[in-house]
Every structure is written in structure tokens, then in C-alpha cells.
């Protein structure tokens, strides 16, 4: 059974940091692997989708890197925001049309 | 990306009645829709998975009998919380995949319950 964890849980910075988010998976039979951010109250947003057979997604100041055979992942944001400051997701399927299985999300917040 | 749709956004029940919960692909033939829930700080949790035109598939520990999905059409798959409490309070997310672009999900913006 597929399980998701991230590190850490939350995480609170200074306006202007870089910073890492990290996502490890148990089963490194992937499909493909999500981030997703989540306001409080609110849905998910789609933030960069990664296919198996690709190393890395960027997308402005994010960038998503895949290291399947290890079985993680790492999202790195760039001169943070308060703005960024949500819960991020990561989230893993197993094959063509398959669900996601979800971590359990970092909580960040980014201190003007 | 392809829209989603959720309907209603929020709703408030009384205990004991049902509640039934719209998800829509917009612009995309959706072939299977998934249904997930989401508690208070914690992650979202897989409930079922539909396929248009066959029974939905649900995860261990979710009653088919409470939680009834209907996927009757490409674009349009139902969840019904019968009999609803309290517990059930939850906010539901559905995904669904499909057409020219299968190897993706496209999220709904979510449905809050709450039951009283």
C-alpha cells in the first residue's frame, strides 16, 4: 500500500527565503506525482505535475524535482512570499487514470 | 487546464436527512471520477472511485449503502450522504480523468458539509 509523508509538517520564514519542501513515497511504482497547494477553506490548485520518466517541473519561482527510485520528491520555492503561505500537497498515482494517494501536506507561512 | 465543477459549495443539514453532491467536467468527457474527503488539518482520503455506466468502487471502510455514487453520464457523477451526522461533517473533493489528456486529474474547488 502506496503511503505519502512530508517534512516537515510546517514551516514559517522570513519574506525572501528559498525554500524546500520535501515528499518521500513508499512504492516506487509511479505514474506520476502532483503538488498541489491548498489555501485554508479552499480547494486544490494544481502546481506542477511530474511523469515518471521526467527528473524535474518548473513552473516561475517553483521547481519540482522526481527522484523515483529513491522515492522522493522536493518542491524548492524561490524568494518566498507571504502570498505563498498555504498548505502544500504532495500526491502520487499509481498508473494511467489511477487516484491520488496524498501526504499529509506542509503547512507553510511566509512572514512579511 | 480542464474545468471541474462542484455543486453546492457549502451546505448546512439538519441529522438524518440526505445530502446529494453535484461534480462536473465542463469541458471534457470525464470516463472516471473520483471521490475524495478531507477532515479538519488532516489530508485528503480516497472514498470511491466511478467509471461512467458501472457500479463506483469504494475503499475500505466507506459504506456503499451511506455514501451512493451514481456516474450515469461523461460529465456528471453524484455523491448522496444519506442519512447524514454529525461525523459526516467533512469537506468532499472530486477529481476526474478522462479524454485527450487521461493521464491527468482536474479538481473540483471542494464542497464544505456540515451536519448539524
Known amino acids: 500500500k502506496q503511503e505519502v509523508t512530508q517534512i516537515p509538517a510546517a514551516l514559517s520564514v522570513p519574506e525572501g527565503e528559498n525554500l524546500v519542501l520535501n515528499c518521500s513515497f513508499t512504492?516506487?511504482?509511479?505514474?506520476?506525482l502532483q503538488w498541489f497547494r491548498q489555501d485554508p477553506g479552499k480547494g486544490l490548485t494544481s502546481l506542477l505535475l511530474?511523469?515518471?520518466?521526467?527528473r524535474e517541473q518548473t513552473s516561475g519561482r517553483l521547481n519540482a524535482s522526481l527522484d523515483k527510485s529513491s522515492g522522493r520528491s522536493t518542491l524548492y520555492i524561490a524568494a518566498s512570499q507571504p502570498g505563498d503561505s498555504a498548505t502544500y500537497l504532495c500526491?502520487?498515482?499509481?498508473?494511467?487514470?489511477?487516484?491520488?494517494?496524498f501526504g499529509p501536506g506542509t503547512r507553510l507561512s511566509v512572514l512579511p | 487546464g480542464a474545468v471541474v465543477s462542484q455543486h453546492p459549495s457549502r451546505v448546512i443539514c439538519k441529522s438524518g436527512t440526505s445530502v446529494k453532491i453535484e461534480c462536473r467536467s465542463l469541458?471534457?468527457?470525464?470516463?472516471?471520477m473520483f471521490w475524495y474527503r478531507q477532515f479538519p488539518k488532516q489530508s485528503l482520503m480516497l472514498m470511491a472511485t466511478?467509471?461512467?455506466?458501472?457500479?463506483?468502487?469504494?475503499e475500505q471502510g466507506v459504506e456503499k449503502d451511506k455514501f451512493l455514487i451514481n456516474h450515469a453520464s461523461l460529465t456528471l457523477s453524484t455523491l448522496t450522504v444519506t442519512s447524514a451526522h454529525p461525523e459526516d461533517s467533512s469537506f468532499y473533493i472530486c477529481?476526474?480523468?478522462?479524454?485527450?489528456?487521461?493521464?491527468?486529474?482536474?479538481f473540483g474547488p471542494g464542497t464544505r458539509l456540515t451536519v448539524l
Open positions: 512504492d516506487s511504482a509511479i505514474y506520476n
Open positions: 466511478s467509471n461512467e455506466g458501472s457500479k463506483a468502487t469504494y
Open positions: 500526491a502520487v498515482s499509481r498508473g494511467y487514470g489511477q487516484n491520488f494517494v
Open positions: 477529481s476526474a480523468a478522462g479524454g485527450a489528456r487521461y493521464n491527468e486529474q482536474f
Open positions: 511530474i511523469q515518471s520518466s521526467q
Open positions: 469541458d471534457f468527457q470525464a470516463t472516471t
